[in-house]
């Protein structure tokens, strides 16, 4: 990813400027409290707060989101390591690459020192240097090199540090507007359980999680609102959340807000293994067969095994030892076996995965399971980690040029040991072959849309299709069209606020044209109750979704298929459920009117695994440090520590 | 009707959506919208052979295969056999299932009023008429996209643009639209998406060239 592809239109709409409903009394207090709807609030809230009234609460909010939110730390956490490169005094120029070069980009385009926003690759390119001479230039650097050089660097530290913080809104019962949302996003980010919904109204649910954080971890008397200290709390511990304007062009862009830990890998089959079958049956030589051996020798194989990843005799013998008394003796290491190898051996410096996984994108489940599972290997070598897809193309042969995209999209990663000072590059290829190991394409003539199994031989966008079906057979899921919950895990974001105030159409409203629209098979009338009514993607659009979770359920009936044009299969008939996406996928016919509708109610991510062309996020695109993650857990397994995946 | 395959997916633009049914006497017909043998409609008859062929291959196939959740950002393809009604066949690899899928190529070999585009000189890209009934069309806005390679798949250039026709034109046996291109002495492969219409329906559609290059 380079600096060329930095200018990306917009498809979500930003953040709406906070507007706040005033409560029916101007009065602060207890005097709101009826107004929360739960005596247990309203007592509390008559006097200081006794350990039985805080007990009483943490009913409501849960014992253990006050636990997290009392707790040492309060979510806060240790400040995070200083990037790698970060912290050198080295001129920084065109060509140079890295984490310095990322940070860079964020300062440059906060500081609107860029044309645009930059795209947070962290890749030095013209761009990126014509923002370093703008910035010179604006500072008085003489001459203005285009260099981050260290004058230039303290100056930019400087000019970032000195923007102003957000102006946050009083948020009170009854508040709506993009700053709730950002409140939503952030008590969500500390613990707050239940979830709340992001969706910008202040609501009874709302009112627990901030009670229960003023409580908890501000320890003051509970006032039901958000004021200047609390939101001077939760956005110290949490960043982003807030809506600003980058590069001179102003664009107003939402700051991304960190919540959890990402697992962009797809939903593991319930009760499968992440290793292959190995041994008779299974796989007999290759990198699973020497992370056996290694495992084997770990548990305590006498004589140790040799680790040639060939499974002969002594291989067969070390194993059939090892089960005795633990799995059934088979000789073959089987899900099982491989548990209770984990369980005493857990890192190794070589492996092999096969991941049964399911994804749930735009209400429809999709997967790669059986034969069509993920399969990759791994091995750590002496200055670097090296994972593999060994795919079997069959069909046509496949183009040079993919498995140059391959590399080119994923190799931006070293994991990195803060305790230790220690790196490793972490390098993806995709290499041609076949058997157990393998995984199988389909390569076909002309041009199309590609899937994980089908790739198109003159794809005209291989650069970054392939890349992103690369991405598939390492296990990621999908960044698109997910419901709230899918996108927080896969992304380790919160769901954006984008759109909190809608088109001033009643959510229920929507929700009720949505249904009729399903009642009738009428996708094009479910585009125009949605997105024809001025619905975005964001905090209104989640009203919608809950309004229309609170309609009675309905049966749709089947369809016969239509020969169009355009034609429509044979659509079986629907349960309605209440759940949005599935309804909309399950109820119209798959086509642009549907898709366009499943987007606003949905969340994507701009990164390799979602849809940049139709999202845009310049601090989350491309491949991202989460994507990688499994690949650090099985370094600090290996070589312990934990190791994070920075920019390289 | 002894078999019928629909093939959708509103994630593309122009959206995919096309269908293809074959009789019991061999006629086989549907309709194309994103395609390298033309777009629009598509009627004629298999021979026999090739007829007896499919007819194996549907009653080998028994019953509905067992279900498997279809890989990451595919379409939906429906099959229709009048034995097991519609089954969902995205990702699978039965030769049911490919031979469905051919069938979608093979409509193409019977034109009877479709559009597709080709790239008879260096600087055209051509609009033509295919089959035996009239067509219509609007060409108001028809966005064409030329990619060039070199080798294998080797990119060597990727242009765009927009040419403007008629808002609406019936085409006819021996009808042409050119449309100028960037000229190149790489292989081109062609997209032109413009708009047919049908009764009051307008169907955004993609004709495309895509001649195979040769394997080193």
Redesign the interface.
Known sequence: MTDASEAILPERKPPDPVTVRPPETETAGPVLLPGAGNAAIARLLQGSPSPAAIAELSQLGGNAQLARLAGPGGGSGAPPAPPVGGGGVADVRVGAHGEAVRDAQVKLSRVQASADPLTEDGRFGPLTEAAVRTFQTSVGIVPATGVLDPVTKARLDAAFAALPPPVRALLTMGSTGADVGFAQQKLNALGASPRLTVNAVFDGSMLVGVIAYEIGVLKRFPSGTIDAPMWADLDAKVKGGFVAPEGASGRNVEQDTPSGTANSLGTQVAGSSLHPVTGAGGLTQGPAVKELQQKLNTAGAAPPLVVDGVFGPKTTAALQTFQTDKVPVTGTADKATWDALDAVAPGSTVGAVERQWTEVVGGATYGMTGGNASRYSWEIQAKRMLVTVKVNFVGLAPPGAWFTHVQTAWNQYMGVEPASGKSMPVDFRMIRGAGGDAETVQVVAGTGRANAGQWYVADPNAASTIPHEFGHLIGLQDEYQLHPGDYLRATGHEPPVGDATGPGVPAATIATNLQNAMVARNSVNARAASTGAGVHEGAFAQQVVEAYAKLPTTNVPAVAASPGPPPVPFQPAVALTGDLLFDLNAALPDDKDRYATIQVFSYSSASLMGDPGREFDPHDHGAQPRHIAEFMAILGRALGGTWEAKRR | MIL?L?V????????????V?VSADGAIS??R??S?GGVG?FAGVLPAAELAGLRDLIGSAGSAPPA?????????E?L?LAAT??IAI??L?SPLAVAARNLLTRLTDFPRAAVAVSHPSPTVARLSHRGTDPIRIDLTTVEW?E?A?RG????AG?WSGVAAGPPEVTAGPGWTFDIPIVPTDAAV?L?ADFT?L?GS?R?PVRA?H?P??A??
């Open positions: 019928r629909v959708t997916d509103g994630s593309q633009t122009p959206a995919v959506a096309e269908s049914e549907g309709w919208s994103v390298e409609w498997a959740p279809p890989p990451p950002d595919s379409g939906q429906m229709e009604g519609p995205a990702g690899g996209r990619t390679w294998y798949y080797e990119s990727d492969h997209t047919i049908s329906t169907v495309k895509t195979a290059l394997a080193p």
